[in-house]
C-alpha cells in the first residue's frame, strides 16, 4: 500500500516562498508518477506540478509556470515543490498524490490513485 504524508505549510505573506516536501513508501517499483494537487475552498482540486520517478520529466498548470519547481529524491522517496513569489491566489490545501508509470506525467487528478492527507498553504496580501 503506498503511503504519502506531506510537510512544510503554512501561512506566509505575498511575495514569499515556501517548500513542500512529500515523503512516500510502499510503491511496488522504482517506475511512478507523483504530484502535488491542490484545493482551495468551493473549488475544485486542480493540478500544480507532477514527475515522473524515471525520466524527470515534469508537467505544471500554467498557473504557476515560472514561480513553482517540483523535484524529487529518487533515493528516499520523497518529492518537494518550491514554490516562490506566492500570491493570495495560491491558497489552498495542498495535496500530495501518486500513480502509476506515465511519461509525461499527468496532471489531472482523476489519473491518481493515492492521496496524501493534505498540507495548508495560505497566502495573505
Known amino acids: 500500500q503506498v503511503h504519502l504524508v506531506e510537510s512544510g505549510g503554512g501561512s506566509v505573506q505575498a511575495g514569499e516562498s515556501l517548500r513542500l516536501s512529500c515523503a512516500a513508501s510502499?510503491?511496488?517499483?522504482?517506475?511512478?508518477?507523483m504530484g502535488w494537487f491542490r484545493q482551495a475552498p468551493g473549488k475544485e482540486r486542480e493540478g500544480v506540478a507532477t514527475?515522473?520517478?524515471?525520466?524527470?520529466?515534469?508537467t505544471y498548470a500554467d498557473s504557476v509556470k515560472g514561480r513553482f519547481t517540483i523535484s524529487q529524491d529518487n533515493v528516499n522517496n520523497t518529492v518537494y515543490l518550491q514554490m516562490n513569489s506566492l500570491n493570495p491566489e495560491d491558497t489552498a490545501m495542498y495535496f500530495c498524490?501518486?500513480?502509476?508509470?506515465?511519461?509525461?506525467?499527468?496532471?489531472?487528478?482523476?489519473?491518481?490513485?493515492?492521496w496524501g492527507q493534505g498540507t495548508q498553504v495560505t497566502v495573505s496580501s
Open positions: 514527475i515522473y520517478s524515471i525520466s524527470g520529466t515534469t
Open positions: 498524490a501518486a500513480t502509476g508509470a506515465w511519461d509525461p506525467p499527468p496532471i489531472i487528478p482523476g489519473a491518481y490513485n493515492y
Open positions: 510502499g510503491f511496488p517499483g522504482s517506475a511512478y508518477c
